[in-house]
Each structure stands twice: as structure tokens, then as C-alpha cells.
Antibody, heavy 116, light 108 residues
């Protein structure tokens, strides 16, 4: 069974750093577009970052220069290093697999990041 | 960037109604347009991929159409379990990829 399990969220002060992990099972991260999507409390979905199959990373303008996506193929895990955190980075962070053009068909349960 | 303008932001409807939600892309996205349903406290669920491909397990009362720049999600014969928030999303362009702002479907 394909599964994504996020961890690493929590309460952090503004300016701090946090690293999220996404443990992947049932699929190979190196063959997938792995993304992070976030949702602020009571707000809509916001695409944040993707790591392509060739390892190329891309970011939303709101996090560029502060956040970094990476993966460990041997551990089949995706990481999201978040630095210089701001209050408006607060939200649930979902690890997701995008099967473009077939959409995001696999979501983790989400991990809550609170910057306060 | 290809921005997505989703409308309306909310609507009220009754069980049995037909509901239409629209998403307009600011640039060509080659039908890489997907629709999601999200209920409170849950992760979103993919309903329609590539503009019109109904996902396995999704009731056929959901349908998607359009070929750019305007795309449409239609729910015919609205059911109680369909009251939720719906989002469009594109992943065609070089990132950043984008979501629409969402449409909340409420009970009239």
C-alpha cells in the first residue's frame, strides 16, 4: 500500500528552523514528483515546493530562499528544511505525490507547524 | 506562473441541485487541471484529473470539462456528503504550481 507519513511539526518561535520528514512506503521517491502543500488555519491550499524525479527543486515565491526540499533515496524519505520561519508559515503541511498530468493522488495525514 | 481564478468562492445549494464551479487559467495549461474535494479536518481527495478524468471510486455525478482557459466542475444531483470545499489545481507550467482559492459548497 502506498503511504506518506509526515513528522517533525511543532511549535516554533519566529525566526526559528524546523525540519519536516515524509516517510514514503509503497512507492519510490526517486520516480515521483514529491511535493509539500500547506494550509493555514481556515484558509485554502497553497502549493509550496516540489522535487522532480531528476532531483531539481522548485519553490513558491513565499518560501524561496528560506525553505529547502530534499530526498534520501536510500531511506525513501523526503525532507523539508524550513528556516527563518514567520508567523504566516503556520499551518498544516502535507507531503503529497503529484502524478502530473494525473493530479495529486496521494496525501499524507499532514503535520501541524505553529510559528508563534 | 499560471494563476487560477476559481469562482464562486462560496455557494448555497439544496440536495438534488446541479452545481457548477469554474476555474480560469491565466496561461495555457494543456488540460493539466485537477479538481479536489476537502472536508473539515481531512486531507483533500482527488476527484477529477486532467480536466475530465473521473477518479476511481468517485461517483459519476461529478464531472469535469473544459480545454482552457476555462474549466468546469459539475456536481449533478447534489448529495448531503457533497457539502465541502472544492479546489482546482494546475501542475503544467514550470513551478510554481498553483491552486485556486476554493469554493465552499454549503447547504441552503
Amino acid at each position: 500500500e502506498e503511504q506518506l507519513v509526515e513528522s517533525g511539526g511543532g511549535l516554533i518561535q519566529p525566526g526559528g528552523s524546523l525540519r519536516l520528514s515524509c516517510a514514503v512506503s509503497g512507492l519510490n521517491v526517486r520516480n515521483s514528483y514529491m511535493n509539500w502543500v500547506r494550509q493555514a488555519p481556515g484558509k485554502g491550499l497553497e502549493w509550496v515546493s516540489v522535487i522532480y524525479t531528476d532531483g531539481s527543486p522548485y519553490y513558491a515565491d513565499s518560501v524561496k530562499g528560506r525553505f529547502s526540499i530534499s530526498r534520501d533515496n536510500s531511506k525513501n524519505t523526503v525532507f523539508f528544511q524550513m528556516s527563518s520561519l514567520r508567523v504566516d508559515d503556520t499551518g498544516v503541511y502535507y507531503c503529497v505525490r503529484d502524478r502530473r498530468p494525473a493530479g495529486i493522488d496521494l496525501w499524507g495525514q499532514g503535520t501541524l507547524v505553529i510559528v508563534s | 506562473d499560471a494563476q487560477l481564478t476559481q469562482s464562486p468562492s462560496s455557494l448555497s445549494a439544496s440536495v438534488g441541485d446541479r452545481v457548477t464551479i469554474t476555474c480560469r487559467a491565466s496561461r495555457p495549461i494543456n488540460n493539466y487541471l485537477n479538481w479536489y474535494q476537502q472536508k473539515p479536518g481531512k486531507a483533500p481527495r482527488l476527484l477529477i484529473a486532467a480536466a475530465s478524468r473521473l477518479q476511481a471510486g468517485v461517483p459519476p455525478r461529478f464531472s469535469g470539462s473544459g480545454s482552457g482557459p476555462d474549466f468546469t466542475l459539475t456536481i449533478s444531483n447534489l448529495q448531503p456528503e457533497d457539502f465541502a470545499t472544492y479546489y482546482c489545481q494546475q501542475s503544467y507550467t514550470i513551478p510554481p504550481w498553483t491552486f485556486g482559492l476554493g469554493t465552499k459548497v454549503e447547504i441552503k
